[in-house]
T-cell receptor, first 114, second 115 residues
Framework: ELKVEQNPLFLSMQEGKNYTIYCNYS?????LYWYRQDPGKSLESLFV?????AVKQEGRLMASLDTKARLSTLHITAAVHDLSATYFC??????????????FGQGTILTVHP | EAQVTQNPRYLITVTGKKLTVTCSQN?????MSWYRQDPGLGLRQIYY???????DKGDVPEGYKVSRKEKRNFPLILESPSPNQTSLYFC??????????????FGAGTRLSVL
C-alpha cells in the first residue's frame, strides 16, 4: 500500500523567509503533483512532476522530484502572506503505462505572518 | 468559461436513501476523478475514469458507484449512504496527455451530511 507523508504538517513562517515542505512516498513512482487549497475553497493544481530530477518553478514556489529517494520538495522563497494555504502532494501509483490513481499526502497548513 | 460543475453543493440526507452527486466538465477532458476530504485524513480518491466507459477504483471505493457514459459527465452514486460517508466531495478533470498537461481542474465541492 502506497503511503505519502508530508512534513511538516503545520508551518508558521515570517514574511520574507524561506522554507521547504517535504513529501516522501513509499513505492516507486515518477509522477507527482502539488496542489494548493485556500481555506473553505477547492483545490488548485500547482505543479506536475513527471520524471526524476524534474524541477518546476512558479513565482516564489519551486517543486522538485527525486524518484530514487522517493522525495519531492516544495520550496518557498521570500514568503508573502498570499501564500498562506494548505499544500498537498499527490503520487500517481497506477503503475506502468497507466496513470491517474492518486494518493495524497496529509497536507501542510502554511501560515505566513508579517 | 472552463469549469467543472458539481451539484448539489450542499446535501443533507438520511441513512439508506440513494443519492447522486453530478459532475460535469466543459473542457473535453478525458480524465475525471472523485475525491473525498475529511479532517485529519486529507484527500482520498474514490474512483477515476480515463475515458468514456473506462473507470477504476481509487483508494476508498467502498459504498460508491460511478458511471462514465458521456465524456463530460461523471456522476457519483451512493446507493445506500451511511453516516461514515459524511464528507466534502470534489470532482476533478484533466486532459492527462502525459506531456506535462496533467493539470487537474477541481469542482467547487459538495458537502454531504448523512444522518
Amino acid at each position: 500500500e502506497l503511503k505519502v507523508e508530508q512534513n511538516p504538517l503545520f508551518l508558521s513562517m515570517q514574511e520574507g523567509k524561506n522554507y521547504t515542505i517535504y513529501c516522501n512516498y513509499s513505492t516507486t513512482s515518477d509522477r507527482l503533483y502539488w496542489y494548493r487549497q485556500d481555506p473553505g475553497k477547492s483545490l488548485e493544481s500547482l505543479f506536475v512532476l513527471l520524471s526524476n530530477g524534474a524541477v518546476k518553478q512558479e513565482g516564489r514556489l519551486m517543486a522538485s522530484l527525486d524518484t530514487k529517494a522517493r522525495l519531492s520538495t516544495l520550496h518557498i522563497t521570500a514568503a508573502v502572506h498570499d501564500l498562506s494555504a494548505t499544500y498537498f502532494c499527490a503520487v500517481d501509483n497506477a503503475g506502468g503505462t497507466s496513470y491517474g490513481k492518486l494518493t495524497f499526502g496529509q497536507g501542510t497548513i502554511l501560515t505566513v505572518h508579517p | 468559461e472552463a469549469q467543472v460543475t458539481q451539484n448539489p453543493r450542499y446535501l443533507i440526507t438520511v441513512t439508506g436513501k440513494k443519492l447522486t452527486v453530478t459532475c460535469s466538465q466543459n473542457m473535453n477532458h478525458e480524465y475525471m476523478s472523485w475525491y473525498r476530504q475529511d479532517p485529519g485524513l486529507g484527500l482520498r480518491q474514490i474512483y477515476y475514469s480515463m475515458n468514456v466507459e473506462v473507470t477504476d477504483k481509487g483508494d476508498v471505493p467502498e459504498g460508491y458507484k460511478v458511471s462514465r457514459k458521456e465524456k463530460r459527465n461523471f456522476p457519483l452514486i451512493l446507493e445506500s449512504p451511511s453516516p461514515n460517508q459524511t464528507s466534502l466531495y470534489f470532482c476533478a478533470s484533466s486532459l492527462w496527455r502525459g506531456s506535462g498537461k496533467n493539470i487537474q481542474y477541481f469542482g467547487a465541492g459538495t458537502r454531504l451530511s448523512v444522518l
